[in-house]
Each structure stands twice: as C-alpha cells, then as structure tokens.
C-alpha cells in the first residue's frame, strides 16, 4: 500500500514537470506568428516563406542541385511582405579543386541575394547559410522568385511560385 502511495506521488510530480517543461519550451519557427520587422522606417509585419534548398557537393566532381517550392495563399493581404528564405550548403571533398561555387536568389520584383565561396587548394571550405530577400505582392496573382547555383561547369536553377487567390 506504501508502495503505491509513493508510485502516484512520484507519478503525479513527474507529469507536473513535464507539463511546466512544456510550457517553458519556445515555438517553433512554424507555429510563429509574423515578425514585426522595421522597413523603411516603418514597422511592418514579415512572413517567412520557405524558398526552397541549394547544394553544391564535390564528391565525385562538382553536382549542383536546386530546388524551389509552390505556395498557396488564400488571401491577399495589403501591406505584408514576405521573405523568402533559401537554405544553402557547399560540401568541399576536394575532389573538385579551384573556382568558384556561388548561390543566387532572385526575387519577384527583382531583388536579388548572393554568396559566392572561393574553393581554396587543401582548406576545408565547407559552408552553410541562408539566402533571403522581402516582396511586397502589390495584389492578386502569380509570383515567381529564381535560385540558382553553380561551381565549375556544373549549375542547377529552379523556379518557385508564390500564388494568391
């Protein structure tokens, strides 16, 4: 009977600590709500739009890979601006040696965001980041942003769609 007094004494405190650890633990960036970001001089409120992925990886040579995604958006919003943001890695193997590996992102309206990486002999240029540029939608439609890479002879480009209904 003792036993079992302490099993449910040491059960319920244990439940208890979980639940306050829960509360404790921040949201992830997917359950965010928008950011409010000064632009222009202006508080305005920014989402985050994933903008898709870019590789450079030299094992075996140079292989470039790049993929953007399509969004769908419910409602136009007058005065939201949106970031898309472009997860970027360059793996140096040293298998292929030299140059120059660089990333592109262009946005809707022209904006454009860039990183390039000098391949140097016997160093580990091993990188990862993040491309990104804000697009205000001036209304209703179809909206398309660009990312690329290359390195060497080898480049990937894909085209992304951020469409309002």
Same mark, same amino acid.
């Given at each position: 009977?003792?036993?079992?007094?302490?099993?449910?004494?040491?059960?319920?405190?244990?439940?208890?600590?979980?639940?306050?650890?829960?509360?404790?633990?921040?949201?992830?960036?997917?359950?965010?709500?928008?950011?409010?970001?000064?632009?222009?001089?202006n508080?305005?409120?920014?989402?985050?739009?994933? %903008?898709?992925?870019?590789v450079?990886?030299?094992?075996?040579?140079?292989?470039?890979?790049?993929?953007?995604?399509?969004?769908?958006?419910?409602?136009?919003? *007058?005065?939201?601006?949106?970031?898309?943001?472009?997860?970027?890695?360059?793996?140096?193997?040293?298998?292929?040696?030299g140059?120059?590996?660089?990333?592109?992102?262009?946005?809707?309206? %022209?904006?454009?965001?860039?990183?390039?990486?000098?391949?140097?002999?016997?160093?580990?240029?091993?990188?990862?980041?993040?491309?990104?540029?804000?697009?205000?939608?001036?209304? *209703?439609?179809?909206?398309?942003?660009?990312?690329?890479?290359?390195?060497?002879?080898?480049?990937?480009?894909?085209?992304?769609?951020?469409?309002?209904?």
């Open positions: 009977m003792k036993q079992n007094k302490i099993f449910r004494t040491c059960a319920a405190a244990f439940i208890g600590l979980f639940l306050v650890c829960m509360a404790a633990v921040p949201v992830g960036a997917e359950n965010d709500v928008p950011h409010v970001t000064p632009i222009d001089g508080l305005t409120r920014v989402i985050p739009i994933d %903008g898709g992925s870019l450079i990886d030299e094992a075996g040579g140079a292989d470039c890979t790049a993929y953007a995604g399509s969004w769908f958006v419910e409602n136009h919003v *007058p005065g939201l601006v949106y970031r898309f943001v472009v997860e970027c890695e360059y793996v140096d193997t040293n298998n292929a040696i140059g120059t590996a660089g990333f592109r992102l262009e946005g809707p309206d %022209g904006t454009v965001d860039t990183w390039s990486i000098d391949d140097t002999l016997f160093l580990n240029d091993n990188w990862k980041g993040t491309l990104s540029v804000d697009f205000m939608p001036e209304g *209703p439609g179809a909206y398309h942003w660009e990312i690329a890479c290359n390195k060497g002879g080898e480049s990937a480009s894909s085209r992304g769609d951020l469409i309002f209904r």
